[in-house]
Protein backbone atom coordinates (compact mmCIF):
# COMPACT_ATOMS: atom_id res chain seq x y z
CA UNK A 1 0.00 0.00 0.00
CA UNK A 2 1.15 3.49 -0.57
CA UNK A 3 1.87 5.57 2.47
CA UNK A 4 3.60 8.22 3.91
CA UNK A 5 5.18 7.83 8.11
CA UNK A 6 6.90 10.71 9.89
CA UNK A 7 8.01 8.40 12.27
CA UNK A 8 8.37 11.36 15.30
CA UNK A 9 5.07 12.43 16.82
CA UNK A 10 6.80 15.69 18.35
CA UNK A 11 10.39 17.04 17.80
CA UNK A 12 11.76 19.47 20.70
CA UNK A 13 14.27 21.77 19.79
CA UNK A 14 15.97 25.13 20.94
CA UNK A 15 15.88 28.28 19.39
CA UNK A 16 19.06 28.42 17.02
CA UNK A 17 19.63 25.30 17.14
CA UNK A 18 19.06 23.08 13.65
CA UNK A 19 15.67 20.75 13.38
CA UNK A 20 14.92 17.64 11.50
CA UNK A 21 11.40 16.45 10.76
CA UNK A 22 11.35 12.96 9.33
CA UNK A 23 9.69 11.34 6.79
CA UNK A 24 9.51 8.26 5.14
CA UNK A 25 7.55 7.28 1.85
CA UNK A 26 6.44 3.78 0.14
CA UNK A 27 5.24 4.59 -3.16
CA UNK A 28 4.97 2.74 -6.44
CA UNK A 29 6.88 4.52 -8.87
CA UNK A 30 9.18 7.96 -9.25
CA UNK A 31 7.53 9.88 -6.14
CA UNK A 32 6.14 13.24 -5.93
CA UNK A 33 7.10 14.89 -2.15
CA UNK A 34 5.08 17.89 -0.45
CA UNK A 35 5.76 19.65 3.05
CA UNK A 36 3.12 21.20 4.52
CA UNK A 37 3.13 23.27 7.71
CA UNK A 38 -0.29 24.06 10.09
CA UNK A 39 0.46 27.00 12.91
CA UNK A 40 -2.79 26.60 15.05
CA UNK A 41 -6.33 26.91 14.20
CA UNK A 42 -5.41 27.62 10.72
CA UNK A 43 -5.49 25.55 7.44
CA UNK A 44 -2.14 23.85 6.22
CA UNK A 45 0.15 25.52 4.24
CA UNK A 46 2.45 24.81 1.63
CA UNK A 47 5.90 24.70 2.43
CA UNK A 48 7.96 22.62 -0.75
CA UNK A 49 8.09 20.10 -2.97
CA UNK A 50 10.22 17.85 -4.77
CA UNK A 51 8.94 16.61 -8.47
CA UNK A 52 12.69 15.91 -9.95
CA UNK A 53 16.28 17.28 -10.33
CA UNK A 54 18.25 18.34 -7.38
CA UNK A 55 17.99 16.69 -4.27
CA UNK A 56 17.94 19.07 -1.96
CA UNK A 57 14.44 21.47 -2.25
CA UNK A 58 14.60 25.12 -1.08
CA UNK A 59 11.24 26.43 0.11
CA UNK A 60 9.52 29.09 2.06
CA UNK A 61 10.56 30.11 5.58
CA UNK A 62 14.03 29.41 5.53
CA UNK A 63 13.16 25.33 5.31
CA UNK A 64 14.43 22.63 3.15
CA UNK A 65 14.32 19.15 2.38
CA UNK A 66 16.44 16.43 1.06
CA UNK A 67 15.29 13.69 -1.17
CA UNK A 68 16.94 10.78 -0.63
CA UNK A 69 15.69 7.77 -3.02
CA UNK A 70 17.69 4.67 -1.75
CA UNK A 71 16.60 5.55 1.87
CA UNK A 72 12.88 6.39 0.43
CA UNK A 73 13.24 9.96 3.08
CA UNK A 74 12.27 13.34 2.30
CA UNK A 75 12.91 15.11 5.66
CA UNK A 76 12.58 18.49 6.42
CA UNK A 77 15.37 21.10 7.65
CA UNK A 78 16.25 24.51 8.77
CA UNK A 79 19.86 25.46 10.01
CA UNK A 80 18.22 27.63 12.83
CA UNK A 81 14.73 27.23 14.32
CA UNK A 82 12.68 30.10 15.73
CA UNK A 83 10.37 29.90 18.12
CA UNK A 84 7.75 31.11 15.32
CA UNK A 85 8.53 27.98 13.59
CA UNK A 86 6.47 25.78 16.24
CA UNK A 87 3.72 24.18 14.62
CA UNK A 88 2.10 21.14 13.28
CA UNK A 89 4.37 19.77 10.13
CA UNK A 90 3.14 17.40 7.96
CA UNK A 91 4.67 15.31 4.79
CA UNK A 92 2.64 14.06 1.59
CA UNK A 93 3.12 12.22 -1.13
CA UNK A 94 1.28 11.98 -4.55
CA UNK A 95 -1.07 9.53 -4.72
CA UNK A 96 0.09 6.95 -7.19
CA UNK A 97 -2.73 5.34 -8.48
CA UNK A 98 -4.51 7.57 -9.70
CA UNK A 99 -1.59 9.10 -11.54
CA UNK A 100 -1.69 13.27 -12.10
CA UNK A 101 -5.21 13.47 -13.21
CA UNK A 102 -6.43 14.21 -9.15
CA UNK A 103 -3.46 15.50 -7.76
CA UNK A 104 -4.47 13.62 -4.62
CA UNK A 105 -2.07 13.01 -1.94
CA UNK A 106 -1.37 11.06 0.61
CA UNK A 107 -0.73 12.62 3.73
CA UNK A 108 1.46 11.53 7.30
CA UNK A 109 -0.03 11.89 10.74
CA UNK A 110 1.99 14.59 11.39
CA UNK A 111 4.81 16.12 13.25
CA UNK A 112 4.81 18.53 16.39
CA UNK A 113 7.92 21.12 16.23
CA UNK A 114 8.33 22.46 19.58
CA UNK A 115 10.72 25.56 19.49
CA UNK A 116 12.08 26.31 22.78
CA UNK A 117 13.35 29.90 23.41
CA UNK B 1 -7.67 37.11 -3.11
CA UNK B 2 -9.58 35.43 -0.30
CA UNK B 3 -8.27 32.36 -2.10
CA UNK B 4 -9.96 29.20 -0.01
CA UNK B 5 -12.62 30.04 2.47
CA UNK B 6 -14.81 28.01 4.80
CA UNK B 7 -18.26 28.52 6.49
CA UNK B 8 -18.94 28.08 8.91
CA UNK B 9 -15.96 28.20 11.12
CA UNK B 10 -17.61 26.06 14.28
CA UNK B 11 -20.22 24.26 14.36
CA UNK B 12 -22.15 21.85 17.26
CA UNK B 13 -24.88 19.07 16.06
CA UNK B 14 -27.18 16.86 17.62
CA UNK B 15 -26.75 12.96 16.62
CA UNK B 16 -28.91 12.70 13.78
CA UNK B 17 -29.04 16.26 12.64
CA UNK B 18 -27.75 17.30 8.92
CA UNK B 19 -25.56 20.12 8.36
CA UNK B 20 -23.88 21.65 4.75
CA UNK B 21 -20.55 22.94 4.66
CA UNK B 22 -19.43 25.60 1.92
CA UNK B 23 -16.06 25.59 0.45
CA UNK B 24 -15.21 28.66 -1.79
CA UNK B 25 -11.63 29.16 -3.66
CA UNK B 26 -11.48 32.39 -6.03
CA UNK B 27 -8.43 30.62 -8.20
CA UNK B 28 -10.60 29.28 -10.57
CA UNK B 29 -8.90 25.85 -9.61
CA UNK B 30 -10.06 22.68 -10.70
CA UNK B 31 -9.73 20.23 -8.20
CA UNK B 32 -11.39 20.55 -4.58
CA UNK B 33 -10.98 18.36 -2.02
CA UNK B 34 -12.89 17.63 1.51
CA UNK B 35 -10.59 16.37 4.29
CA UNK B 36 -10.84 15.44 7.93
CA UNK B 37 -8.03 15.84 10.45
CA UNK B 38 -8.43 13.92 13.51
CA UNK B 39 -5.29 13.90 16.18
CA UNK B 40 -2.98 11.03 15.30
CA UNK B 41 -4.49 10.17 11.99
CA UNK B 42 -3.27 13.53 10.29
CA UNK B 43 -5.60 13.94 7.29
CA UNK B 44 -8.13 11.97 5.54
CA UNK B 45 -9.52 12.29 1.91
CA UNK B 46 -13.15 12.61 2.33
CA UNK B 47 -14.43 13.48 -1.10
CA UNK B 48 -12.85 14.94 -4.45
CA UNK B 49 -13.73 17.06 -7.48
CA UNK B 50 -12.03 17.02 -10.69
CA UNK B 51 -14.12 19.80 -12.33
CA UNK B 52 -17.64 21.20 -12.34
CA UNK B 53 -20.25 18.45 -12.15
CA UNK B 54 -17.91 15.60 -10.90
CA UNK B 55 -17.30 13.96 -7.42
CA UNK B 56 -15.58 11.21 -6.44
CA UNK B 57 -15.10 8.98 -3.19
CA UNK B 58 -12.02 9.45 -1.13
CA UNK B 59 -10.81 7.47 1.39
CA UNK B 60 -13.33 8.03 3.79
CA UNK B 61 -16.68 8.84 2.16
CA UNK B 62 -19.57 6.96 4.17
CA UNK B 63 -21.76 9.16 6.01
CA UNK B 64 -20.82 12.29 3.69
CA UNK B 65 -22.38 13.45 0.18
CA UNK B 66 -20.77 16.53 -1.59
CA UNK B 67 -21.70 18.60 -4.70
CA UNK B 68 -19.88 20.60 -7.21
CA UNK B 69 -22.52 22.54 -8.82
CA UNK B 70 -20.10 25.52 -9.61
CA UNK B 71 -16.71 25.53 -10.55
CA UNK B 72 -15.72 27.81 -7.63
CA UNK B 73 -18.16 26.03 -4.83
CA UNK B 74 -17.63 22.50 -2.77
CA UNK B 75 -20.29 21.27 -0.33
CA UNK B 76 -19.97 18.63 2.01
CA UNK B 77 -22.97 17.32 3.45
CA UNK B 78 -23.85 15.08 6.52
CA UNK B 79 -27.24 13.88 6.37
CA UNK B 80 -27.33 12.34 9.38
CA UNK B 81 -24.32 13.49 12.24
CA UNK B 82 -22.98 11.00 14.19
CA UNK B 83 -20.54 11.72 17.29
CA UNK B 84 -17.85 9.58 15.10
CA UNK B 85 -17.65 12.72 13.01
CA UNK B 86 -17.12 14.95 15.16
CA UNK B 87 -13.68 16.65 13.31
CA UNK B 88 -11.94 19.18 12.23
CA UNK B 89 -13.18 19.55 8.17
CA UNK B 90 -10.50 21.23 5.71
CA UNK B 91 -10.93 21.78 2.46
CA UNK B 92 -8.57 22.60 -0.40
CA UNK B 93 -8.58 23.31 -4.35
CA UNK B 94 -5.54 22.50 -6.21
CA UNK B 95 -5.29 24.07 -10.73
CA UNK B 96 -5.28 21.79 -13.45
CA UNK B 97 -2.74 19.61 -14.25
CA UNK B 98 -1.61 16.05 -15.58
CA UNK B 99 1.43 15.33 -13.85
CA UNK B 100 0.23 16.02 -10.06
CA UNK B 101 3.19 18.27 -9.11
CA UNK B 102 0.89 20.68 -8.65
CA UNK B 103 0.38 21.64 -4.52
CA UNK B 104 -3.11 22.75 -3.31
CA UNK B 105 -4.12 25.25 -1.09
CA UNK B 106 -6.39 24.75 2.17
CA UNK B 107 -9.10 26.83 3.50
CA UNK B 108 -8.81 27.53 7.49
CA UNK B 109 -11.14 24.49 8.62
CA UNK B 110 -14.35 23.94 10.56
CA UNK B 111 -14.39 22.76 13.76
CA UNK B 112 -17.26 20.02 14.08
CA UNK B 113 -18.39 18.90 17.19
CA UNK B 114 -21.24 16.06 16.79
CA UNK B 115 -23.30 15.30 20.45
Known amino acids: AQSVAQPEDQVNVAEGNPLTVKCTYS??????LFWYVQYPNRGLQFLLK??????LVKGSYGFEAEFNKSQTSFHLKKPSALVSDSALYFC???????????????FGTGTLLAVQP | NAGVTQTPKFRVLKTGQSMTLLCAQD?????MYWYRQDPGMGLRLIHY???????AKGEVPDGYNVSRLKKQNFLLGLESAAPSQTSVYFC??????????????FGPGTRLTVL
Open chain 2, 92 to 105: ASGPLGTSGANEQF
Open chain 1, 27 to 32: VSGNPY
Open chain 1, 50 to 55: YITGDN
Open chain 1, 92 to 106: AVRDPFYGGATNKLI
Open chain 2, 27 to 31: MNHEY
Open chain 2, 49 to 55: SVGEGTT
